[in-house]
C-alpha cells in the first residue's frame, strides 16, 4: 500500500543553520500537505502542493514537490529558535491522508 | 471563534476501563478523523468519517469505537480491549472526506492508563 516516508527522523542544527526533510511516496500522490508540530501541541497546517515541480516559499521555509509527484522537500534557511518543532508530510491515500514520520528539528541557540 | 475542540486535555484511567475521549468541531466539515501518537512518533490513523452515521477504520482501529450521530460531534472509546492505551489522542476535521483537503487538528488529549 501506499506510504508516506520520511528522513531524517531527528536533526539537530545550530541556530542559522540551514534545515531540510525530504518526504518520500511509494506511489505518485496527487498533492503533499505539511505541517508542523511545537513541542507539547498539535500539527499545524503549513502549506499543500498540487503541482509536479511545484516550488513555494513561505519566508524562510521553501517546500517542493518532485517532478513525479512522488517526493517532496521542505528546506528551512537560517534556522531560529522558534522553529523547532516535528514537521510532518502527508499525503492522501483514498479517502483519507496519511502522515509521515515527522522530522524532529531542535536547534541550538 | 470557528475551530475543533477536545476534552479533556488530560485524562487518567484504570486498566480495564472504557473511556470516551470528546471532540467537537464547529466548521462545518464533513470529514472528521482521530489520530494515536506515541512519544516520539508520527501519527497513526484510527478510524475517520466521511459523513454522519458512517465511519470506517484507519490502521489502527482494534481496541477502539466510534460514532457519528451529529456533524459536530466525533467521540472516540478506547475500550479495555485496547492493549497499550497510553498515548496522546488527536482529533481534527476537513472539509471533506477525500485526501486532499487541509486537515484541522484540535489540541489533542493526553491518555494515562494506570
Known amino acids: 500500500g501506499q506510504q508516506v516516508m520520511q528522513i531524517p527522523q531527528y536533526q539537530h542544527v545550530q541556530e542559522g543553520e540551514d534545515f531540510t526533510t525530504y518526504c518520500n511516496s511509494s506511489?505518485?500522490?496527487?498533492?503533499i500537505q505539511w505541517y508542523k508540530q511545537r513541542p507539547g501541541g498539535h500539527p499545524v497546517f503549513l502549506i499543500q502542493?498540487?503541482?509536479?515541480?511545484e516550488v513555494k516559499k513561505q519566508k524562510r521555509l521553501t517546500f517542493q514537490f518532485g517532478e513525479a509527484k512522488k517526493n517532496s522537500s521542505l528546506h528551512i534557511t537560517a534556522t531560529q529558535t522558534t522553529d523547532v518543532g516535528t514537521y510532518f508530510c502527508a499525503g492522501p491515500k483514498n479517502n483519507d491522508m496519511r502522515f509521515g514520520a515527522g522530522t524532529r528539528l531542535t536547534v541550538k541557540p | 471563534d470557528g475551530g475543533i475542540t477536545q476534552s479533556p486535555k488530560y485524562l487518567f484511567r484504570k486498566e480495564g476501563q472504557n473511556v470516551t475521549l470528546s471532540c467537537e468541531q464547529n466548521l462545518n466539515h464533513d470529514a472528521m478523523y482521530w489520530y494515536r501518537q506515541d512519544p516520539g512518533q508520527g501519527l497513526r490513523l484510527i478510524y475517520y468519517s466521511q459523513i454522519v452515521n458512517d465511519f470506517q477504520k484507519g490502521d489502527i482501529a482494534e481496541g477502539y469505537s466510534v460514532s457519528r450521530e451529529k456533524k459536530e460531534s466525533f467521540p472516540l472509546t478506547v475500550t479495555s480491549a485496547q492493549k497499550n492505551p497510553t498515548a496522546f489522542y488527536l482529533c481534527?476535521?476537513?472539509?471533506?472526506?477525500?485526501?486532499?483537503?487541509?486537515?484541522?487538528f484540535g489540541p489533542g488529549t493526553r491518555l494515562t492508563v494506570l
Open positions: 506511489t505518485t500522490l496527487s498533492n
Open positions: 481534527a476535521s476537513s472539509i471533506s472526506g477525500p485526501g486532499g483537503d487541509t486537515q484541522y
Open positions: 502542493l498540487v503541482k509536479s515541480g
